[in-house]
């Protein structure tokens, strides 16, 4: 039997054995309590409690306006839900970089404030002390490289990343020193599909692709870029599931025709 099927909670150790198993392991944002009760009863591994909040929740143009009580907020709402996916949550923009003392007590408060099993940061030799400091209080780290949201001001686009021999190798390296560090996990972001096999075969942790294609062993989308909430972004990669924009607009249309019309309540609907 496929362990997926047999887990009654998934944590770090399960997505290594899902790895050794060669089991693909299925994440997805969430970041509220009646979203995060559904894709958890659908079966989902992973649920991140993204940064993407800062865009798809708040309508922030970047990830970096977010802010650390923004993100426990979220993260409880989802904590609340999940019976049995592992949930990690993002660390955000200027909570961790350049200061491990700060990194430490931003990964505690999101741990003992929201009861989530793991933390998430962005990039790798730049965070190493970081990751380092939180790795010693016990906490789980995910990694994350190639293109990492918090850096597009320095990127100044979201284009492939590490299509250059000299940033794909940097790109390895940085894995490989996240991995010998402790992360149990690695997201890995639009780079060349060839470059995440390589690093996913390198390392015995388990990588996770957005944008990094098939030969990697879990892959991880938005859920409102995957369910078609949102409308403007859609990167290759990208595959939607539903047209919920559509849907949602369309009830919502339905309603209000039913409203003006007095169709809506009818008679069973009153008391
Ligand atoms: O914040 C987020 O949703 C993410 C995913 C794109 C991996 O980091």
Redesign the pocket.
Known sequence: MALHEIVRRVTTHVLHEMKLKQEKIAML?AYDYSIARIIDEAGIDVV?V????SNVMAGHET?LPITLDEMIYHAKAVVRAVKRALIVV?MPFGTYQGNSIEALSSAIRIMKETGAHCV?VEGGSEVIESVDRILSAGIPVMG?LGLT?QSIHKFGTYVVRAKEEKEAQKLVEDAHMLEEKGCFAL?L?KIPADLAAQVASELKIPVIG?GAGLNVDGQ?L?LHDMLGITQEFSPRFLRRYHNLYAEIKGAVESYISDVRTLEFPNEKEQY
């Open positions: 944002t991140l993204g940064d993407s909040a990830t993002d998430k994350h949201p997201v972001e957005i991880v938005v």
